[in-house]
């Protein structure tokens, strides 16, 4: 056995008691008393991928606890850095995605961990759910499984995305089921291409939880349920204009007058509803962004917002540049305008632009990482879906 696969080893087993422990003493008053409801297996291989869909934070722990196995999951590097941070360094439970390295990097240290018979935890999406629909994953995925050589567990859940939804600041109140969904062996695996690898795995984990309300509606009570929703809508269906919408407790208003109202089943309700849940409105708002940047002249400003927090990313301590900054959106580049200086980043030299945590925005090119929040809330996806669509990828 090499150095590294050692290291990862022991490291793991001290963890594994550490944490074992800590959810046999947690696990009736976190599990039953919050009304989380997981159906149980025990996998039949010591080691093996675990896969799952992504609907709110405290996934990892249910998935521990559904498998009845310590996992050492995969985590961004914006994790490391969030108020818990240190928590997952204590305990050394994950598996690192720096945004600046190559996919490689983080590919072979889930190999190494796996290889080293220690059971890994993902969620294929990457982030928590936006929209209510388990969304996009990699192809490197089914490729990942493939050349593992480990046993595949697929575990899915219901419910996380209406109790705790990403965009909002306060949870509701309603159950959240998990559920086993199958167990394949890297024998089972090895007769299977890499496209039909991550075609039972699109299939095991999918929930539209839209579609799961509409056949057995559950109420999930809270207060201000609408709050904070324009996190992930930013075009109205009513007027057609991007950053006109404002929440307030449970509605969501137009400067047009349109009013969107949430109630405890999840879904808008009003005169003025064209799209009953946040899924439905994304993909129609999704393919008019498109459109309109498109169609745009060459160099055309198409959005702009103020009041931008904007900091420079660093290995040590992140540089707060401003706290007050306009970022603008054109045919061609991010402009971000602060009191000393404006930055111009090139859309096509941007090598990544993504969303972390509820808002915060992220854009990189070969000079700088920059982390970009707002005072008020806003959506991050339409900076996210300009970079693809204008660079000519689609945006999932």
């Known amino acids: 056995m090499s150095k590294k696969v050692t290291k990862i080893g022991s490291g793991y087993y001290f963890n594994c008691f550490a944490m074992k422990t800590i959810i046999a003493l947690l696990k009736n008053k976190v599990i039953k008393e919050n009304n989380v409801h997981l159906e149980v297996h025990k996998p039949r291989h010591k080691s093996f991928l675990a896969v799952g869909n992504h609907t709110e934070a405290a996934d990892p722990g249910y998935l521990m606890v559904g498998l009845d196995k310590y996992i050492r999951f995969i985590a961004s590097d914006h994790t490391l850095r969030m108020s818990l941070g240190w928590a997952f360094k204590l305990f050394g439970g994950v598996i690192v995605k720096y945004r600046d390295k190559p996919s490689e990097y983080l590919m072979n240290d889930i190999k190494a961990n796996l290889q080293a018979g220690i059971p890994v935890g993902l969620f294929a999406e990457g982030a928590m759910s936006l929209n209510g629909q388990t969304g996009y994953f990699s192809p490197n995925t089914g490729k990942l499984v493939k050349e593992a050589g480990c046993a595949l567990v697929t575990y899915k859940f219901v419910g996380g995305y209406l109790r705790s939804p990403r965009w909002a600041n306060k949870a509701r109140k309603g159950p959240i089921k998990g559920y086993f969904v199958a167990e394949y062996s890297p024998e089972e695996l090895s007769e299977m291409t890499v496209e039909e690898i991550n075609e039972l795995i699109r299939r095991d984990i999918r929930v539209n939880v839209y579609e799961e309300q509409k056949k057995n509606p559950i109420p999930y009570e809270g207060e201000n349920l609408a709050e904070c929703v324009e996190r992930i809508l930013y075009l109205c269906p009513k007027c057609g204009k991007v950053g006109t919408l404002h929440s307030k407790g449970d509605d969501l208003k137009c400067d047009c007058g349109a009013v969107y109202t949430m109630k405890a089943d999840g879904f808008f309700h009003g005169d003025d509803v064209v799209y009953d849940n946040v899924y439905d409105w994304d993909m129609w708002q999704r393919k008019q962004w498109k459109e309109r940047l498109l169609s745009a002249a060459d160099g055309e400003l198409i959005f702009s917002e103020g009041g931008q927090i904007v900091r420079l990313v660093k290995v040590d301590v992140d540089e707060v540049l401003s706290e007050n900054a306009t970022l603008s959106l054109y045919k061609d580049r991010f402009e971000i305008a602060m009191e000393n200086e404006t930055i111009v980043m090139p859309v096509d030299k941007v090598r990544q632009s993504s969303l972390a945590s509820k808002e915060t925005l992220f854009l990189v090119d070969d000079e ?29």
Not at 368 to 391: C, E, G, M, Q
């Open 368 to 396: 700088r990482f920059l982390d970009i929040r707002s005072h008020t809330p806003r959506a991050s996806t339409k900076y996210v879906a300009a970079w693809r669509y204008l660079n000519g990828k689609e945006y999932y």
